[in-house]
C-alpha cells in the first residue's frame, strides 16, 4: 500500500525495537503500513468513534487483526506504561499533542516520540524537550502542496539555540530545497505582516524583525 508522503515520513522513524502506540490513528492506514511493511506489532487508539469504526475497516480488509490493537479513548488514558516505549501522534494541533503529553506518568517507560503537529511546531519542540526528550532526527515533508515537520525526540539533553529551537536543529544541520522553499514564503509573509502593525505595537515589531533578520540569515539573504 502508498502512503501519503507526511505518512510515509513517519515511518522512516519507526525502528524494531520500538513498542509504538499510534495516538489519534484516523483510518489507521499508517498502522496497517507499519503493521504489514515494517512487520511490526502496535496499538492504535482515537478518541472518535467513527475513526475507530474506520480504522477497524482498514484493519479487516487489509488483514492486519493480529497485528494491530485498536482501542477507543482519550491519548495515553487507552494504555498500561508497560505496554509501550514509543508514542506516534500525527495530524493534530499542538494544544492537543500536549494535552495528550502532559499524561506523564504514562510517560515512564516512553523513549521516542514521533510527532507531526499541524500548529506551533515551536512551541511543540519546547514543549517536549520540557519533559526530558532531545531531537534527534527531523525533517521537512511536503505532501499537496503544505510542508510539514516530522519530528523523532528521543530521552536526552541538548542544549539549543533560538535560531535551533526556530528552524530545527536537525533541519538546519540539512537546508534543502523545501527548507529553501518554506522558509522564502515565510520571509514574505513576516514582510508583509511587519508592513502593517501599527507603529504601538512594539514588542511584536521587534519580533517580526528578529524573525526576518533570522531567516535572511539562514537563507543566505543581504
Known amino acids: ?27 489507521a492506514l499508517l498502522d496497517v503500513y507499519i503493521a504489514k511493511e515494517l512487520g511490526k506489532r502496535l496499538i492504535a487508539s482515537d478518541i472518535h468513534e467513527g475513526a475507530v469504526n474506520n480504522a477497524a475497516k482498514n484493519i479487516e480488509k487489509y488483514d492486519a487483526l ?6 477507543l479513548g482519550n491519548g495515553l488514558n487507552v ?15 499542538f494544544h492537543t499533542i500536549k494535552d495528550i503529553l502532559s499524561n506523564k506518568e504514562k510517560l515512564t517507560n516512553v523513549n521516542k516520540i514521533i510527532v507531526q503537529s499541524n500548529t506551533d511546531v515551536i512551541k511543540l519542540r519546547k514543549f517536549v524537550i520540557s519533559l526530558g526528550f532531545k531531537i534527534n532526527r527531523e525533517k521537512l515533508v511536503k505532501d499537496s502542496d503544505i510542508i510539514y515537520t516530522v519530528i523523532e525526540f528521543v ?13 530545527g536543529p536537525r533541519i538546519l544541520e540539512n537546508k534543502d530545497e523545501l527548507f529553501t522553499e518554506y522558509y522564502t514564503k515565510k520571509l514574505l509573509k513576516y514582510e508583509n505582516l511587519l508592513l502593517q502593525l501599527p507603529s504601538h505595537e512594539i514588542r511584536s515589531i521587534l519580533h517580526h524583525k528578529k524573525l526576518i533578520r533570522i531567516i535572511k540569515k539562514e537563507l543566505d539573504i543581504e
Open 66 to 71: 493480529k497485528e494491530i490493537d485498536l482501542r
Open 1 to 27: 500500500m502508498k502512503l501519503s508522503n507526511r505518512l510515509s515520513a513517519i515511518t522512516d522513524y519507526v525502528a524494531p525495537e520500538d513498542k509504538i502506540i499510534d495516538i489519534g490513528c484516523d483510518h
Open 155 to 167: 530521552r536526552g539533553e541538548e542544549k539549543y539555540s533560538y535560531e535551533a529551537i526556530y528552524f
Open 79 to 93: 494504555v498500561n506504561p508497560e505496554e509501550i516505549n514509543t508514542i506516534i501522534i500525527a495530524g493534530m494541533g
